[in-house]
């Protein structure tokens, strides 16, 4: 997975609580995490309502945690280009009483279930086509099932144990794309482009629908502080802005489908601007203005190129110059979302 903002302290913790099934104290606060379209506006794909429900554990225990901390340092030490959207231990314990900004975490979660519920259906479609050796419709959903994984990024891998089984890349194992550990889309988006051949890849598509279904069961349990949602916002335009995020071509090497996920990941980030929008008016309405203006810039460039019902081109068509365009829309969009702490009092 990507380092650029890992706490390997912090995850390591959270490994250790999510296995054991717990995610908060006995008293209800926020322990160590903080905890298409939830919000009318936000823009999505279509939504669908519910979550998955899970109980937790009232607490783990040492063996536990000591094994999920070895398998993490493991698993750190072995990859480097899964999510790079990382929320620290320190970022998720922002807090604020503002009631404006609770409201904000209020309409996240419902998001968050929607995006999962989403993308565990349209998932489904993907994988039943990778069983049903139909490569055509296989190659259609692959993207489709996606967008949902990239618009909740930051709340996705925050549970690293799934996020490195659904989202891993080649370059994470010794082995490559022969490991056996190399496991969730990017298998089969090999599989589907690079081979042409899946008749060995519905263990693969059953162990994608197994994990993503672990990850609404665990996403149901984290608790979210308002610090979650100013920092994924910025951290969401990070993920396409990073040298090795979707500017660089590498997280969809084999379809050339990058700018799906681009598209994608900007509307997390806007999704979770328009839900902290009544607190960004009250407080800075300069400053909310600026941002969608930057939001609207963005959103053009890209549809300059495509959208989701016409297609984007292959991502090897993308010009140096519309890349640099791109990075620098993406920097300037990214610094004035790093201001949304310090604007709502976040501390």
């Given at each position: 997975?990507?380092?650029?903002?890992?706490?390997?302290?912090?995850?390591?913790?959270?490994v250790?609580?999510?296995?054991a099934?717990?995610?908060?104290?006995?008293d209800?606060e926020?322990?160590?995490?903080?905890s298409?379209?939830?919000?009318?506006?936000?823009?999505?794909?279509?939504?669908?309502?519910?979550?998955?429900?899970?109980?937790?554990?009232?607490?783990a225990?040492?063996?536990?945690?000591?094994?999920?901390?070895?398998?993490?340092?493991a698993?750190?030490?072995?990859?480097a280009?899964?999510s790079?959207?990382?929320?620290?231990?320190?970022?998720?314990?922002?807090?604020?009483?503002?009631?404006?900004?609770?409201?904000?975490?209020?309409?996240?979660?419902?998001?968050?279930?929607?995006?999962i519920e989403?993308?565990i259906?349209?998932?489904?479609?993907?994988?039943d086509?990778?069983?049903?050796?139909?490569?055509?419709k296989?190659?259609?959903?692959?993207?489709?099932?996606?967008?949902?994984?990239e618009?909740?990024e930051?709340i996705?891998?925050?549970?690293?144990?799934?996020?490195?089984?659904?989202?891993?890349?080649?370059?994470?194992?010794?082995?490559?794309?022969?490991?056996?550990?190399?496991?969730?889309?990017?298998?089969?988006?090999?599989?589907?482009?690079?081979l042409?051949?899946?008749?060995?890849?519905?263990?693969?598509?059953?162990?994608?629908?197994?994990?993503?279904?672990?990850?609404?069961?665990?996403?149901?349990?984290?608790?979210?502080?308002?610090?979650?949602?100013?920092?994924?916002a910025q951290?969401?335009?990070?993920?396409?802005?990073?040298?090795?995020?979707?500017?660089?071509?590498?997280?969809?090497?084999?379809?050339?489908?990058?700018?799906?996920?681009?598209?994608?990941?900007?509307?997390?980030?806007?999704?979770?601007?328009?839900?902290?929008?009544?607190?960004?008016?009250?407080a800075?309405?300069?400053?909310?203005?600026?941002?969608?203006?930057?939001?609207?810039?963005?959103?053009?460039?890209?549809?300059?190129?495509?959208?989701?019902?016409?297609?984007?081109?292959?991502?090897?068509?993308?010009?140096?110059?519309?890349?640099?365009?791109?990075?620098?829309?993406?920097?300037?969009?990214a610094e004035?979302?790093?201001?949304?702490?310090?604007?709502?009092?976040?501390?």
């Open positions: 997975m990507k380092t650029r903002f890992r706490n390997i302290a912090a995850t390591a913790v959270v250790g609580l999510l296995a099934g717990c995610s908060s104290s006995s209800g926020v322990t160590d995490l903080g298409d379209s939830g919000s009318s506006s936000a823009s999505g794909s279509s939504s669908a309502s519910g979550s998955s429900s899970a109980s937790a554990s009232a607490s225990s040492a063996s536990a945690s000591e094994a999920a901390t070895e398998e993490t340092t698993t750190t030490e072995a990859d280009s899964a790079a959207t990382r929320i620290s231990e320190e970022d998720a314990a922002l807090n604020t009483d503002n009631p404006l900004v609770l409201a904000a975490v209020d309409g996240y979660r419902a998001y968050v279930a929607e995006q989403t993308m259906a349209e998932t489904k479609v993907f994988t086509a990778i069983r049903a050796g139909d490569i055509d296989a190659k259609e959903y692959y993207q489709i099932s996606r967008r949902p994984w618009r909740i930051p996705a891998a925050l549970i690293e144990a799934i996020d490195g089984a659904v989202d891993a890349r080649e370059d994470d194992f010794a082995a490559g794309v022969e490991d056996p550990e190399f496991t969730g889309w990017h298998r089969l988006e090999y599989m589907l482009w690079s042409g051949d899946i008749s060995e890849a519905g263990p693969f598509a059953d162990k994608l629908d197994a994990d993503l279904a672990k990850l609404a069961e665990t996403a149901a349990t984290l608790e979210l502080a308002p610090g979650v949602l100013t920092v994924g951290e969401l335009i990070e993920e396409v802005a990073a040298p090795d995020g979707k500017l660089s071509g590498e997280e969809e090497r084999y379809s050339e489908t990058d700018l799906y996920s681009f598209q994608a990941n900007v509307e997390g980030s806007q999704a979770l601007v328009e839900l902290l929008a009544p607190a960004l008016e009250e800075d309405p300069a400053l909310l203005a600026e941002i969608n203006a930057l939001f609207e810039n963005l959103n053009g460039q890209l549809a300059a190129l495509g959208s989701y019902e016409g297609g984007y081109p292959p991502y090897s068509q993308v010009t140096d110059e519309q890349r640099q365009e791109f990075a620098a829309s993406l920097d300037q969009l004035k979302l790093s201001l949304l702490n310090g604007t709502l009092g976040l501390e």
